[in-house]
């Protein structure tokens, strides 16, 4: 940004929990701030005010709870592309909350902690033998069996998720570097300290509320996971009634208030709550009610509402409903007493009744039935004339499918089809060893896929005769001996196909005898450049071009163990296609059994060519096929970004005209930047799936542990992020627009934001947006549905796997949205509500703005500067084309198809079909309210029925609402009725 265009900036600190300000500026676009408190630096965006101001934009940020300690803090503020100093204060902060919008960073804190960036190989260890390290300090547990129980805890803990690493590291940000053990340091020193391990867990809250536990000297949350959950122990959870949404904060407050929402129970039964984000009692409020959950063991949801028909739980909440007038009139809160539990793969349970009836019941696993009248037996501890109600029993074996490792809804059903229990939890296959159920491979299947993969037919090898290319085969090496023996070994995979090669061995001060071992080979010419240090691998590899003699260069590490023909198929690719830059080949894991790391690869892909995804914070290369079986195909050729220097095939003057590899990469992207090099210069990069060999990476990489390679590691990333992160970024979305598979095997995602979605959906926007997305599905794209009703999960949660979100209604707040992708498209399609959607504070978040009308357009622009493009409402003729069959239901002369939704409309002041001696249908939702013309309402019909509507009518009535008939934009069901051959008035 150019600081000349910056004139000034101020922020406050007026709310408590919030540094709030200010910058001028004479563009109209928004800025990225930096703020730094004492010498922490924090980045924020700002945001136009309004649009008669937009050289003024406003920030807001919310302080790290850890400054929440009295203490006056320096705070500055800067503009972060210039690095200006625009206000200098000092702030003391209190109470503080945390940003709603931490999402990302602290997704990132956890993913540079849990891929081990800053932790030494003795650190791990700490971590896989923590109960070595908790005995070792057994002194921080005050006994020997409170020792003991942490031990127990901390399996618990971690699998529970009942410590958030991200959390842990943003409030505490100096741990992630020093590599410590977070939970172990939490047990140790933190809880000590005042840290929580949870955003919703505080360890003094709990031991005030717990003062048994304070007694006998337990850390709270090995308490809690332990004992204080199936305790059903009441955390008292923050509730911060700024983050709730307006039209819930009431009823939230009023809950919160009642004392009746047993947070822990509620966290306990329904383990997607937790992952949502929200407060146990606005998930309750929001979507928790609506779907019959219980907020405590005192409250049966669908009970109250089965039992007292004298109010309507889509008016007014159940719980509410009690608190208000229930209580008073002393009403019954619960029925039929019953518990269901997750065991393994088994749902266990039981209930209690009173009544001498057929005992029956069910289960529902999200919305299928099972019976468990077979497994129901009497409780015999319950079986005498003293117990006024009979205990009765179950267990369930969970159906094989339903063991996905996904969150599951399970309902318990009384025989009056009132739900007794439910909860939320993941179906495990408990046979497996792994969630993700990892491949099991015998020692038979390694040698029939070893056969497969050497089983190369030597009549489709291209033959070279003497006249062939010179190639020179550049191996470097440091104490590699075994691995040159291998490679060595198999060389006649090479010398008896190709006649015309050398090769160079560029050795890195070995000193396990492989200096003298290559000296000894006489079967094929090798010269041996013997380096005094470990040289990196770029600047080794570019060392032998000043003795290489040979037109192309194929590097090829000293782990491989090369198969027949894979030089001739690769030198093929290479002189047979124009303009190629470089060429790589298929690599496989030989048997890996003995590995740590890929003990389920064996004699599967591990490498035919290089993709890229978004990981861990930035665009990461991938190896394309890794794990997956071989199975050989004829057209095997094909183009990608990059390939790895593994076994790597490049001409001579090409790789010398962008420099070589760079040398500063230090043992890691050095070979995918060369390849993105020749890429950007116009050059085809190839990968010949017909070149096999053996790659035993595997083995070197697991020898690799020290700081020192961690830090070289945190070098090449920062070098290629730098230089490739942005084009990478461009590239990816034009490769999952275009579908061409060069940069990625992932398909363009796109997610709809809509009001709801499914097959009982009414609004118009879902089934503008479902045209849309037929459409886009024919370019071979996947689409998702965010809705704003109808769905237990918050519509600003957005998968990491999408690419592109197209709102389609202005309240869709984008601060809210919560997604690890950094590279996330947002597109605001604008067809009503134009004057609203501009004035919204987030508008200017928006990447692209789509209007459906040219006065649209220009009204965009004029107030908020910001370019918009003309995409108009059209219709979808797979469905309205004039083939759909007339339906004797939906016969009459003229119909209108829209909902009555207590807004203005023309057809309401218009229309009088008792005049004319013409029939008419009304469909829609909602008209039976409008007294003029309830009579003709026919009621809301499906959008699949709509083309057999307008088939069965001759004309077809249109109106357009205040929202957008000043700007000119046509409704789709004008373009629906015309495209299915009806005649509109409109």
Known sequence: MNSSKLITGSMDNSINDSIVGYIITTDYKTHLLKIVIDNQSFLINTTLDTAYERNKQSFKFYVPSKYEDGILHKVELYDDATNQLLDSKQFMFHYLQHDPNEYKLLKKYELDYTNNVYRSFKQRLESIFYPISILLNRNKFGSLKNTLKAIKAYRIIKKESLFDVGFYINNNPTLLEKGDDLLLHYLYEGEKLGYKPHKNFDGNRYLQLNPDVKKANYNPLVHYALYGRSEKRNLNFDLDMDSIPESIKEDVETIHKSGLFNEAFYLDKYEDVLNSQLHPIEHYVRFGYK???????????????????????????????????????????????????LEDDLIKGWFATDTEDEIKGKLIIDRQEFSIEDSIFLDEKSDNEQDMQKFYRFEFVIPENYLDGKRHFVKLIDSDNIIIDSFVRSFYNITSTDVHVKRSITKEDMDRLSSIIEDIDTNTIPVFDDDAPLVSIVIVNRDGLHHLKRLFGSIDAISKFYPNFEVIVVDNASSDGSVEFVKNIDEIRVVCIENNVNESFSHANNQALDVANGDYILFLNNDIKPLDGFLNFMMESMLSNENVGAVGARLFYPDCSSSN????????????????????????????????????SESDVRNVAAVTAACLLVNRNNFLSVGGFDEAFIYGYEDVDLCLKLYRQGFGILCDGRARLYHYEFGTQELDNSRKVRDRRLNNRRVFVNRWNSWLRNKLAADKINGTSIFTNQKLCIALVVTESGINATAGDYFTALGLAGRFEEFGWDVKFLSQRGDGRSWYYVDDDVDVLISLLDRYDLRKIRCANNSLIKVAWLRNWFERWVSMPYFMMYDIVLCSSTLACDFVSEHTGKESFLFPLATDTSMFNGDAPVVDDFVCDYCFTGSYWNADREIVDCLNPNVADYSFNLYGANWEKVSSLKEFARGFVSYGDLPSVYASCRVVLDDANHVTKGFGSVNSRVYDAISSGRLVFT
Do not use: C, W
């Open 291 to 341: 779907e019959k959950r219980n907020p405590s063991t005192s409250f049966n949801t669908d009970y109250y509402v089965t039992k007292y028909d004298d109010f309507n739980m889509y008016t007014i909440n159940p719980l509410i409903h009690y608190i208000q007038e229930g209580q008073k009139e002393n009403r019954l809160t619960t029925g039929s007493k019953g518990n269901i539990q």
């Open 597 to 632: 790391l890929n003990a389920d690869k064996s004699f599967s892909v591990q490498h035919n060519g290089i993709i890229f995804k978004e990981s861990e914070g930035f665009i990461r290369p991938f190896n394309r096929e890794n794990g997956v079986e071989f199975v050989d």
